[in-house]
């Protein structure tokens, strides 16, 4: 039997398992303990209250333990275990049947009684479980039942009919499991995406703006290197080092043409402030200078002489207002831009000694910029 090695083991178990109540036992007088029961009781009436009497494998491993000690059990269900029932015999009831009854008030106790056939003598015994009716829930609850009943018909100590009702009594209702003390959560690090920090910006641009109707559109490459400081996802502050090498631009008048190289630098600082998530918006203010490198020529049938290559610099403010989408280290740009030139630039034709304006390039400039910046 699967069970055989517990045999010296499960009577040691009992002393563990207290009774409810701690009241004076009495003995039985020794022919009781000796001509009594053990030759004249061989069946057992087990009760199965609650939801113990779903458990098919728990009734048939105590079939299997009681019937090798020559007791016969007889299992029926209960929904719920009356006191009368337990102190009380059954009218018309005859002698000679033990009976036990089975209850798991929780999924971590059982509560076991056990009555002599007259209900004179009872045992109580409690069996902590780790998990109910598991695998080895059953086999606690089958070890107690085999040594108790066999302990009750040689005439152990036990209870009397006052004792149990008392112990009824008190155990009325299910036990008060222990509390659950749950564990307190670890002091949590900061979250790195939650602390404002430095971050270097490297990304590349290209912007066009408006110069009027003789100059056109301005465009080209530029570059962008800046820092900012706040939260990854979050406000913070932004500033930039901005150039760019505009594509020449050939303008062609009647009389005379000129071809304007431009190269610009800006230095600008500003806010980013959270739209959304991952989504920022980027303002900047700042200035900066035009490096123009004008380059004149004359049309094949003009008569107007050329005169020399000049370069100058003029100063600039711009404002910026863009959308930034982050993903993860890289940044995707879309700003509108406005520049504000502080110089009065125009281009002017030298005749008869006399100097005409051939036009005046636009002051204020509209543009827009796109860019993919790194972030490290």
Same mark, same amino acid.
């Given at each position: 039997?699967?069970?055989?090695?517990?045999?010296?083991?499960?009577?040691?178990?009992?002393?563990?398992?207290?009774?409810?109540?701690?009241?004076?036992?009495?003995?039985?007088?020794?022919?009781?303990?000796?001509?009594?029961?053990? @030759?004249?009781?061989?069946?057992?009436?087990?009760?199965?209250?609650?939801?113990?009497?779903?458990?098919?494998?728990?009734?048939? *491993? *105590?079939?299997?333990?009681?019937?090798?000690?020559?007791?016969?059990?007889?299992?029926?269900?209960?929904?719920?275990?009356?006191?009368?029932?337990?102190?009380? *015999?059954?009218?018309?009831?005859?002698?000679?049947?033990?009976?036990?009854?089975? @209850?798991?008030?929780?999924?971590?106790?059982?509560?076991?009684?056990?009555?002599?056939?007259?209900?004179?003598?009872?045992?109580?015994?409690?069996?902590?479980?780790?998990?109910?009716?598991?695998?080895?829930?059953?086999?606690?609850?089958?070890?107690?039942?085999?040594?108790?009943?066999?302990?009750?018909?040689?005439?152990?100590?036990?209870?009397?009919?006052?004792?149990?009702?008392?112990? *009824?009594?008190?155990?009325?209702?299910?036990?008060?499991?222990?509390?659950?003390?749950?564990?307190?959560?670890?002091?949590?690090?900061?979250?790195?995406?939650?602390?404002?920090?430095?971050?270097?910006?490297?990304?590349?641009?290209?912007? =066009?703006?408006?110069?009027?109707?003789?100059?056109?559109?301005?465009?080209?490459?530029?570059?962008?290197?800046?820092?900012?400081?706040?939260?990854?996802?979050?406000?913070?502050?932004?500033?930039?080092?901005?150039?760019?090498?505009?594509?020449?631009?050939?303008?062609?008048?009647? $009389?005379?043409?000129?071809?304007?190289?431009?190269?610009?630098?800006?230095?600008?600082?500003?806010?980013?402030?959270?739209?959304?998530?991952?989504?920022?918006?980027?303002?900047?203010?700042?200035?900066?200078?035009?490096?123009?490198?004008?380059?004149?020529?004359?049309?094949?049938?003009?008569?107007?002489?050329?005169?020399?290559?000049?370069?100058?610099?003029?100063?600039?403010?711009?404002? $910026?207002?863009?959308? $930034?989408?982050?993903?993860?280290?890289?940044?995707?740009?879309?700003?509108?831009?406005?520049?504000?030139?502080?110089?009065?630039?125009?281009?002017?034709?030298?005749?008869?000694?006399?100097?005409?304006?051939?036009?005046?390039?636009?002051?204020?400039?509209?543009?827009?910029?796109? =860019?993919?910046?790194?972030?490290?």
């Amino acid at each position: 039997m699967r069970f055989t090695w517990l045999a010296g083991a499960a009577i040691a178990a009992i002393s563990t398992l207290s009774p409810v109540v701690g009241a004076q036992l009495q003995a039985l007088s020794p022919s009781e303990r000796a001509d009594g029961a053990s @030759t004249s009781v061989v069946d057992a009436e087990v009760a199965l209250i609650g939801d113990v009497g779903q458990s098919k494998q728990l009734e048939s *491993l *105590l079939r299997e333990l009681l019937t090798r000690h020559g007791v016969h059990p007889r299992f029926s269900a209960r929904e719920r275990l009356d006191e009368s029932e337990l102190l009380e *015999l059954p009218s018309g009831a005859g002698s000679g049947h033990a009976r036990v009854w089975i @209850t798991v008030p929780s999924r971590q106790l059982a509560r076991l009684y056990f009555a002599d056939p007259e209900l004179q003598r009872y045992l109580v015994r409690e069996v902590p479980l780790r998990d109910g009716l598991d695998e080895l829930g059953r086999e606690r609850i089958a070890q107690v039942v085999e040594s108790a009943t066999l302990a009750l018909l040689q005439g152990a100590p036990s209870l009397s009919r006052e004792e149990v009702r008392s112990a *009824l009594r008190t155990h009325s209702g299910p036990p008060t499991e222990p509390p659950v003390e749950r564990p307190r959560p670890a002091a949590s690090l900061p979250d790195p995406g939650s602390r404002a920090r430095w971050q270097a910006r490297v990304g590349s641009t290209y912007q =066009g703006q408006w110069a009027g109707a003789e100059l056109g559109l301005l465009h080209g490459p530029g570059l962008r290197l800046g820092a900012q400081y706040g939260k990854p996802s979050g406000a913070g502050w932004l500033g930039s080092v901005w150039g760019q090498l505009r594509f020449r631009r050939r303008v062609e008048l009647p $009389e005379i043409g000129v071809d304007v190289q431009t190269a610009a630098f800006r230095l600008l600082l500003g806010r980013l402030w959270p739209l959304a998530d991952r989504v920022a918006l980027a303002t900047l203010l700042g200035g900066g200078v035009d490096r123009v490198n004008n380059v004149p020529w004359t049309p094949a049938d003009s008569s107007v002489a050329r005169g020399p290559r000049r370069t100058y610099t003029a100063p600039w403010l711009r404002g $910026e207002l863009g959308v $930034e989408w982050n993903i993860e280290s890289i940044v995707a740009r879309a700003a509108v831009t406005g520049d504000l030139s502080l110089y009065d630039t125009h281009y002017d034709l030298v005749r008869d000694g006399r100097e005409e304006r051939v036009f005046s390039p636009w002051w204020l400039r509209p543009g827009v910029e796109v =860019g993919i910046i790194a972030r490290f």
